[in-house]
């Protein structure tokens, strides 16, 4: 996140950057953030986010383009529990939908890896499927 710009601004910079960005750019990300459940926190900056609606803040930003692929490299690994457990559920309910992006997950947590289609470890160099 770009300290000096808000959380608005901070989302809808990917799509300004993307030359076959929607013409409604503001309107999208305002829908995203308020997926997120951060549509009373447009106009705040980053540092005045907690670190899970910072998080949320990133996955609108990430989601922005309409990607075909998120990865997530330990997208819980700085929050506490609670806050954890809201953002899997976004990836869930992201899942879900038909128009989803395939989601990578790097995670060292066990109970989180479970949580995917696909299980791949990583382990001395050499990759395994569960």
């Known amino acids: 996140m770009m300290p000096?710009?808000?959380?608005?601004?901070?989302?809808?910079?990917?799509?300004?950057?993307?030359?076959?960005?929607?013409?409604?750019?503001r309107t999208r990300a305002e829908e995203l953030?308020?997926?997120?459940?951060?549509s009373d926190r447009l106009k705040h900056r980053p540092a005045e986010l907690s670190g899970g609606e910072q998080q949320r803040a990133a996955i609108a930003r990430?989601?922005?383009?309409s990607p075909e692929?998120?990865?997530?490299?330990?997208?819980?690994?700085?929050?506490?529990?609670?806050?954890?457990?809201?953002?899997?559920?976004?990836?869930?309910?992201l899942h879900q939908e038909t128009t989803a992006p395939s989601i990578v997950m790097i995670t060292h947590n066990q109970a989180i890896a479970e949580l995917g289609d696909t299980?791949?470890?990583?382990?001395?160099?050499?990759?395994?499927?569960?």
């Open 33 to 38: 953030l308020d997926k997120m459940g951060l």
């Open 4 to 25: 000096e710009l808000n959380i608005l601004e901070n989302v809808m910079l990917p799509g300004r950057l993307n030359s076959a960005a929607s013409a409604d750019l």
């Open 62 to 65: 990430a989601l922005i383009n």
């Open 119 to 130: 299980i791949l470890n990583l382990k001395d160099g050499v990759l395994t499927e569960n």
């Open 69 to 93: 692929l998120i990865l997530a490299d330990e997208p819980t690994g700085n929050l506490d529990s609670k806050t954890g457990s809201g953002i899997l559920d976004i990836f869930q309910q």
